[in-house]
């Protein structure tokens, strides 16, 4: 069996773009297990299955309304999956 794969990736906010470095973790299979945000001033967005970054600066009311921009439907998606 493979082991998880550690790469470093830069991720803009997904509010205004800002670029942050991120570590994130691969599985073998290509999917998401964690990731980290290394870059000062920048915090990760919580996604299943994508490595996202806000600001710090960034309220939760723009981040969601972000996230509504860049992925319609997710909020009923993930309200379907629990």
């Known amino acids: 069996m493979a082991d998880n794969s550690n ?16 570590q994130v973790e691969y599985a073998p299979d290509g ?3 964690d990731c980290k945000v290394t870059s000062p ?3 990760r967005v ?3 299955h994508w490595p996202l970054v806000a600001c710090d600066k ?3 009311v723009e981040i969601d ?3 509504a ?3 319609p439907g997710k909020a ?6 629990d």
């Open 7 to 22: 790469v470093m990736e830069q991720h803009g906010c997904i509010v205004c773009g800002k670029v942050y470095q991120l």
């Open 31 to 33: 999917g998401l297990v």
């Open 41 to 43: 001033g920048g915090r």
């Open 46 to 48: 919580r996604d299943a």
């Open 58 to 60: 960034h309220s939760q």
């Open 65 to 67: 309304a972000a996230l």
């Open 69 to 71: 921009r860049h992925y």
């Open 76 to 81: 009923i998606e993930d309200l379907e999956d």
